[in-house]
């Protein structure tokens, strides 16, 4: 059966991108457009991986990474943070809240399956 992946970014086209990667990969994907969409996507259902842009419209992910964290179904879920933030006092704050690895943006496909599989196969 194959790992399920939760994109989460107000950018369809990027979105795409990494769904397109993912499924040639043989992951199912499951999409979001900002933190409080992904939030309510999770629903108890087995998610192996999240995705997640910092900046976005009515939540962050940030806030949102924080929030899944106190959810018990998903306490252990690996979260890649994917954003154009390439600061340290931001990646302090994903890392804080909870995100396991940080990709910047533009990113290679390939970039993101190894993070991803590193994650996932854990």
Known sequence: ??????????SASLRQAVSIA?????????EASDGRDGL???TGQKVHLI??????????????????KQMPA???TPVIMLT???GDDMKQRGKAAGAKAWVIKPFKPEQMIDAVGKLVAA
């Open 22 to 30: 993912l499924k040639r990969a043989g992951y199912d994907v499951m």
């Open 51 to 68: 995705i997640s842009d910092v900046n976005m419209p009515n939540m962050d992910g940030i806030t949102m990474v924080t929030q899944i």
């Open 74 to 76: 998903y306490k252990f």
């Open 84 to 86: 154009t933030e390439a």
């Open 1 to 10: 059966m194959a790992k399920t992946i939760l994109i989460v970014d107000d």
């Open 40 to 42: 309510s996507k999770l």
